[in-house]
């Protein structure tokens, strides 16, 4: 039984350490992104709703990521635990899922909080590449294509996400600082937070997850 929740910024590796910690744990990887995105395929209430705010370009409002996201917390595969990611967001959002899983007689066991320096981040970021035709992932330093620009796998051209650009990841670090970082501070006061040094390479920040995680 392990319920936890993955913490970082942009680029601080979580997509890389959640594939990880869910093989080893055997619990499901709920990503609040994938959510939204099934309901909004299934065309369920809470996608139509959801959808309305972001056919406006607004934010989805908190009180509907935690309907949501807890709606997907009753599921069955999430008996034996979760790894949540992208959610909470807001000290609003980790309050009602503590309320949530208070009322089901259910409490996080941990939080793991990935902590990367902002200039690592940056050059992490603005290095992706990306294949135009099939869809490949490189980067211009840990994952180089053999022929620069051009994809190994189909010959494609290799572009910069739009997002991926340094202007983009300073604000996108910027906004985590102030809405997420906090929730650090939350969990800290709960002593169910571990910090873990992202700077190190992946399977040492992996070694140090299952450490605080435990076997």
């Not at 009753?74 to 899922?97: H, M, V, Y």
Request: glycine share 10%.
């Amino acid at each position: 039984m392990l319920r936890t929740i993955l913490l970082g910024p942009p680029g601080a590796g979580k997509g890389t350490q959640a594939v990880k910690i869910v093989e080893k744990y055997h619990i499901p990887h709920i990503s609040t992104g994938d959510i939204f995105r099934e309901n909004i395929k299934n065309g369920t209430d809470l996608g139509n709703r959801a959808k309305a705010y972001m056919d406006r370009g607004e934010l989805v409002p908190d009180e509907l990521v935690v309907e949501i996201a807890t709606d997907r917390l009753t599921k069955a595969d999430c008996k034996n635990g979760f790894l949540l990611d992208g959610f909470p967001r807001t000290i609003f959002q980790a309050e009602k899922l503590d309320e949530f899983l208070e009322g089901r007689g259910e409490k996080l066991d941990k939080v793991i909080n990935i902590d990367v320096e902002k200039s690592a981040l940056v050059k992490r970021i603005t290095g992706r590449r990306v294949c135009k035709q099939c869809g490949a992932g490189y980067h211009i330093e840990n994952i180089p294509p053999k022929k620069e620009g051009v994809c190994d796998n189909c010959g494609g051209e290799l572009i910069q996400r739009e997002d991926d650009t340094e202007e983009t990841v300073l604000n996108r670090i910027d906004v985590y600082n102030k809405q997420t970082r906090p929730l650090a501070e939350y969990y800290e006061k709960s002593g169910i937070i571990a910090n873990i040094d992202g700077n190190k390479d992946l399977e040492d920040v992996l070694a140090d997850i299952v450490k605080a995680l435990g076997d």
